[in-house]
DNA sequence: GACAGTTAGTTGAAATATTAATGAAGTCTG
DNA sequence: CAGACTTCATTAATATTTCAACTAACTGTC
């Protein structure tokens, strides 16, 4: 299972140029939205994280499934949590089902925040990614993008983690703000 | 030029969708690669380094230029090429005409090491995005990120960079062994 | 209910990345 | 050619991320 036998079966051409220009392309996604994100005191990262509370029913959500949602490591998300605490923009609070579980809220103060830099966020995106793509090719990348994503995360349907669904269900949805 | 005045134009529905099946995506490629390598004893960005200098014509490029291939800045360039470095990938040479500038250049047991390395991440990039993605769509996404690359990296066509591409005139093409 | 095994989240130390400052060498202008 | 300015790469500091324990709480089995 380890031993790569024989010749591995190597990109061809139109493969390679496509890959070629997704490796550096996404880099630079990442490089231009972190940018512009920093002058306002937040990495895309962590800005991903309250955003994704900010949506979410109640504006809190488990560690674990934000965790899976962001595709960050637990450990990662403890530490960028606590940064993110240390602002005021979310509190841990344990949950009241499991007991070794910890939700992170939103605070008021959080939501402000992310009200503020959503319009610096969105104006970036559109900037960096939707202006250069006519839109037909843009629905194909996301087309690609989904079923990349099924692939490596089995089970997260519709950008929703099951973790994440199983705990939507159980809440009001008090916030339908679906901004970015 | 910093007041976001009035409301920005936030994104349509399938714009939100394409956008964030790309965001999640592309940080579950990136989780999947580095895996894979890492298990290997390197990381993604510092086998993209060694991988450029293996193609490049001399199997050197200088730090500059390579900085702007692979998306990092000079400083965490200069850190990683200290690392490899230390495991005999690469050697430091000193530009002949321009004193401030320094080349990298792959040693030969850096070659040997990306050689045996491109089989497992060739495999890898298969499984991750290749493989789940027929390839009419796989096309579309590469041709979207050119878009998205050539507004966020003006002036570096082909996947080129222009001073990689002064450089390459520069040399003989020794090395044209274009895997991945 | 007691055991083994698993999962959730945290912690601290080590590795890596970012930031701002530096020095050395190039360019440009007058 | 002098001076001002830019570029290249490195360094030192700070900040973040990863890695390897670790504790607590849940699950299943007997």
Known sequence: MSTPSGEPQWLSEDEQRAWRAYLRGSRLIEEALDRDLQSHGVQLTEYEIISMLSESPGRRL????????????????????TRLEKRGWVVRESCLDDKRGVELVLT????????????????????????????????A????????????????ADGEHPAVAREARAHEATAPHTRL
């Open 62 to 81: 488990r560690m674990s499934s934000l965790a899976d949602l962001v595709v960050q490591s637990r450990s990662r998300l403890t530490h960028t949590a």
């Open 108 to 139: 008021e103060r959080g939501w402000q925040a992310v009200q503020d830099m959503a319009r610096v966020h969105v104006a970036s995106v559109r900037r960096a990614v939707l202006d250069p793509v006519p839109p037909p090719l843009f629905s």
């Open 141 to 156: 990348l996301g087309e690609a993008m989904d079923l990349i994503r099924s692939a490596l995360a089995p089970g997260g």
